[in-house]
């Protein structure tokens, strides 16, 4: 099992905040957004991982790189525990850094990996989301995947006024959360949607999807649409949804940023007070 993360985008929402600071970059508590997709990854037990990213997005290449100006500088000072912290970014995955020439959208951007996956299975993580819970949202899909032996995403309940945000899912349920998809609609009016169920940007395929990506026409917003692909896919193979029932941050929203910094780090500052009790018993 591998990984995608695109993160290649302009996040023309957030701007001028990300006209040269990646959106993926943004800090929630103490480590960009990115870093918390990368580390989801790992905690689902993958390993190798390409980053799809934009020649105005170097910084995100630089946060994974080692330092060694920075790290001569800590040891010297004797910070051994940022330089324990720092040593781990460096090293903390097989990381693959993939160029997207041209922002012609998500679909296109897994596309920029085919070569990277090649016949592998892998999860895609879009790189301004963060999903906690327990298990984590990739987490849960990879054992889905092997459990059902087919393609699966995560899902959560929307509003109907949010309907235009999200692809949204239309199918049969077959288990608790578990939905055989029938038919997906990406940024539907309210009163075109086929339901409350919004994709979350979490997935795992087979590399079957390359070709259904291939033969996908621009879409809406004229970018090349995985959910078209996906819907191509599900006409020809399994197709499940999952609702995952943990909490998820849009880093492309002021405010989920917001929220994703004060929530998060109720939760760090939680996790520190009990392990303090923990070593004192």
């Known amino acids: 099992m591998k990984a995608v993360i695109p993160a290649a985008g302009f996040g023309t929402r957030f701007l001028p905040l990300t006209k040269a600071q990646p959106k993926e970059m943004l800090p929630?508590?103490?480590?960009?957004?990115?870093?918390?997709?990368?580390?989801?990854?790992?905690?689902?037990g993958i390993t190798d991982i390409a980053i799809i990213t934009g020649d105005h997005k170097q910084a995100i290449e630089h946060h994974f790189k080692p330092m060694e100006k920075l790290e001569k500088v800590l040891e010297k000072a004797g910070k051994t525990e940022e330089l324990k912290e720092i040593r781990k970014i460096n090293e903390i995955a097989n990381l693959e850094f993939i160029v997207q020439e041209e922002q012609k959208g998500l679909g296109h951007a897994i596309l920029c990996a085919e070569d990277f996956v090649g016949n592998d299975s892998f999860a895609v993580l879009l790189g301004d989301t963060i999903c906690t819970g327990n298990p984590n949202c990739t987490k849960g899909l990879v054992n889905l995947f092997y459990e059902n032996e087919a393609n699966i995403f995560s899902?959560?309940?929307?509003?109907?006024?949010?309907?235009?945000?999200?692809?949204?899912?239309?199918?049969?349920?077959?288990?608790?959360?578990?939905?055989?998809?029938?038919?997906?609609?990406?940024?539907?009016?309210?009163?075109?949607?086929?339901?409350?169920?919004?994709?979350q940007g979490r997935y795992v395929f087979t590399s079957d999807i390359f070709e259904y990506l291939k033969l996908t026409r621009d879409g809406a917003d004229g970018e090349i649409q995985l959910t078209d692909a996906m819907k191509s896919l599900a006409n020809t193979q399994l197709l499940y949804s999952w609702i995952f029932n943990g909490k998820r941050y849009d880093i492309g929203t002021m405010k989920d940023w917001f929220q994703s910094h004060l929530e998060l780090s109720i939760e760090s500052e939680f996790s520190l007070v009990l392990k303090g009790v923990m070593n004192k018993l």
């Open 155 to 199: 899902v959560e309940e929307i509003s109907l006024e949010e309907t235009k945000r999200y692809g949204v899912v239309l199918g049969k349920e077959v288990g608790k959360g578990i939905m055989l998809v029938k038919d997906l609609v990406e940024k539907p009016e309210p009163n075109d949607a086929p339901s409350l169920l919004g994709i």
């Open 28 to 44: 929630v508590v103490n480590k960009p957004t990115i870093q918390w997709v990368v580390e989801e990854a790992v905690d689902a």
